[in-house]
């Protein structure tokens, strides 16, 4: 569900897109309702994904769903790159605020041991969030990047495609300026 007010709900145009490789979104339980929540919108644009929530004080968290072979987590500072004919089963990717994705991938048992996969250096498409440091995307830009990393193209334009149409629609929604004057806009 795209999470925007009835009249400028998305649900009814968004693709439902295959891969072959399975997307497991692990939400920080803080994310759940936030309208610019993209891990949701990820969950809703792929076919073969899973929505895991993580609640940290909350039920002990089930990370088996993560420990398979063939699974590599997306993350922005270390890992082997993400390319074409290197495509692993399932990419984990953590979704939250950065500093809720790091604490989240210290208490996540066995996170740490499994492999990870960067990006190359991307600018956002969208800035809702101010970002820690360049380069840093949305649960949904980061999977769209990741796949048209490992040469899916066709569904990476169609993820592109679901985030701008969404994002434009936010923006419309929250028409509040930034702090510093700016208002929330597509990047470049």
């Excluded at 490789?21 to 994310?31: F, G, I, S």
Aim: glycine fraction near 6%.
């Amino acid at each position: 569900m795209c999470r925007l007010t009835p009249g400028l709900c998305a649900c009814g145009v968004l693709p439902r897109i295959d891969l072959p490789v399975e997307v497991l979104v692990v939400q920080h339980h803080k994310e759940r309702h936030s309208q610019s929540n993209t891990g949701a919108l990820t969950h809703r644009l792929l076919a073969r994904s899973r929505l895991l929530r993580f609640a940290p004080r909350s039920a002990p968290f089930d990370a088996t769903p993560l420990l398979q072979p063939g699974t590599v987590v997306l993350w922005p500072e270390r890992g082997e790159p993400l390319a074409p004919g290197r495509a692993p089963a399932r990419i984990v990717v953590l979704d939250a605020t950065w500093r809720q994705a790091r604490r989240m991938s210290t208490r996540i048992e066995g996170l740490r041991r499994m492999p990870f996969a960067t990006l190359p250096p991307t600018a956002p498409r969208w800035v809702l969030r101010e970002p820690p440091a360049p380069g840093r995307l949305s649960t949904v830009e980061a999977i769209a990047c990741a796949i048209e990393c490992l040469g899916f193209h066709e569904q990476a334009a169609a993820m592109y495609g679901a985030l701008d149409l969404v994002m434009s629609r936010l923006v419309r929604l929250r028409c509040k300026p930034h702090p510093d004057g700016r208002a929330p806009t597509r990047s470049g």
